[in-house]
T-cell receptor, first 116, second 111 residues
Framework: DAGVIQSPRHEVTEMGQEVTLRCKPISGHDYLFWYRQTMMRGLELLIYFNNNVPIDDSGMPEDRFSAKMPNASFSTLKIQPSEPRDSAVYFC??????????????FGSGTRLTVV | QQQVKQSPQSLIVQKGGISIINCAYENTAFDYFPWYQQFPGKGPALLIAIRPDVSEKKEGRFTISFNKSAKQFSLHIMDSQPGDSATYFCAASNAGNMLTFGGGTRLMVKP
């Protein structure tokens, strides 16, 4: 398996533009998580899905952020409009709920977003 | 109740020394305690994990020590190498599919 695949690896955009980050989870995994990582705040959970359904989006900073999972193999995180304070590394992770014992998450390599 | 507190935030160790990172938790329902290692430009990756039925787990130079009564667990890296320089995250899970992460520790091992 190729692991969790994120694209793009790097994104530089101007303030006010729309940004879309993409994630392909490991095939068969039924949980998908979006995290944001910054020096100041560490790893923050933004939203997670179970079987393509959003379960908890309480970590989404504000209405400018939205996430979708139209099918089991694809998810997007969209920021519209983007702001400089959104600059961070965004990670996608997936896991399999039927793993017993539970072994944790597999993370993608992240998307480094810079908003100028 | 769901927090996992990790210390120190950063750590500098000489090559060959022992690196120690500590974590504390409040939720006694936690039953799985993994450590993740993250290199620059990469996502966190599972390094080693322990369940509360044992007090210690060792894999190579990496050891987790677990103190259930104190609700603390720690990662020890013996004979630390420059290649161990990374950010380390502790985490905890309670019989489900959710991990609660600590704040991370940036480890630098000087040659």
């Amino acid at each position: 398996d190729a692991g969790v695949i994120q694209s793009p690896r790097h994104e530089v955009t101007e303030m006010g533009q729309e940004v879309t980050l993409r994630c392909k989870p490991i095939s068969g995994h039924d949980y998908l998580f979006w995290y944001r990582q910054t020096m100041m705040r560490g790893l923050e959970l933004l939203i997670y899905f179970n079987n393509n359904v959003p379960i908890d989006d309480s970590g989404m900073p504000e209405d400018r952020f939205s996430a979708k999972m139209p099918n089991a193999s694809f998810s997007t995180l969209k920021i519209q409009p983007s702001e400089p304070r959104d600059s961070a590394v965004y990670f996608c992770a997936s896991s399999l709920s039927s793993d017993r014992p539970f072994y944790g998450y597999t993370f993608g390599s992240g998307t480094r977003l810079t908003v100028v | 109740q769901q927090q996992v507190k990790q210390s120190p935030q950063s750590l500098i160790v000489q090559k060959g020394g022992i690196s120690i990172i500590n974590c504390a938790y409040e939720n006694t329902a936690f039953d799985y305690f993994p450590w993740y290692q993250q290199f620059p430009g990469k996502g966190p990756a599972l390094l080693i994990a322990i369940r509360p039925d044992v007090s210690e787990k060792k894999e190579g130079r990496f050891t987790i020590s677990f103190n259930k009564s104190a609700k603390q667990f720690s990662l020890h890296i013996m004979d630390s190498q420059p290649g161990d320089s990374a950010t380390y995250f502790c985490a905890a899970s309670n019989a489900g599919n959710m991990l609660t992460f600590g704040g991370g520790t940036r480890l630098m091992v000087k040659p």
